[in-house]
């Protein structure tokens, strides 16, 4: 099944320790991003990549860093997290160039809770 | 300053009328349209497209209108279903790598 898979689904942590979501597709796609959903403000790109080690800051970045190592994978890295933080985070992923007309593969989300 | 916006929080429909979202934008560039629908606990999933150059496109119960002077497009679903009951997101974009998501609209439909 074509699919992005991010884990954890879930994730309360404390102030200032290093966490990791992991986010990985299986359609062979360019294109992968991350976005952030808070209320009132929609999905918000935080990161993209158009391929393997070429990846570009989005509309918030600051507080994240992403790497694209292989094709499949784009894990996203909050060094030190802050509870402004706290949000659903979301992976997608697409083909390019159209990314736009054909749409993104989105992931099932990450609720991520910073105390 | 958001360029995509979404004006109404929440909406509530009969099953089988008509519902209709609207999107207002800014940002004359935008050259792609899309509208995505989200589940509690899901992702959000694409749903339909308009490139600038149209100003209708349909896909079975529903279809995308486009009024660029305006910079206004709307998603009407007809007829609508209680399984239609979603978060609906309006997005743009002005390239290939870039898309802009509105802040979403929360649709009811009532059986």
């Known amino acids: 099944e074509a699919q992005v898979t991010q884990n954890p689904r879930y994730l309360i942590t404390v102030t200032g320790k290093k966490l990791t979501v992991t986010c990985s597709q299986n359609m062979n796609h360019e294109y992968m991003s991350w976005y952030r959903q808070d209320p009132g403000l929609g999905l918000r790109q935080i990161y993209y990549?158009?391929?393997?080690?070429?990846?570009d800051k989005g509309d918030v970045p600051e507080g994240y860093k992403v790497s694209r190592k292989e094709k499949r994978n784009f894990p996203l890295i909050l060094e030190s997290p802050s509870p402004n933080q706290t949000s659903l985070y979301f992976c997608?992923?697409?083909?390019?160039?159209?990314?736009?007309?054909?749409?993104?593969?989105f992931g099932s989300g990450t609720r991520l809770t910073v105390v | 300053d958001q360029q995509v916006k979404q004006n109404s929080p929440s909406l509530s429909v009969q099953e089988g009328r008509i519902s209709i979202l609207n999107c207002d934008y800014t940002?004359?560039?935008?050259?792609?349209f899309l509208w995505y629908k989200k589940y509690p606990a899901e992702g959000p999933t694409f749903l339909i497209s308009i490139s600038s150059i149209k100003d209708k496109n349909e896909d079975g119960r529903f279809t995308v209108f486009l009024n660029k002077s305006a910079k206004h497009l709307s998603l009407h679903i007809v007829p609508s279903q209680p399984g239609d009951s979603a978060v609906y997101f309006c997005a743009a974009s002005t390239s290939y790598d870039k898309v802009i998501f509105g802040p979403g609209t929360s649709l009811s439909v009532i059986p």
């Open positions: 940002n004359s560039m935008f050259d792609y």
């Open positions: 997608a992923s697409s083909f390019l160039p159209r990314t736009a007309y054909y749409g993104y593969t």
């Open positions: 990549s158009m391929n393997v080690e070429v990846t």
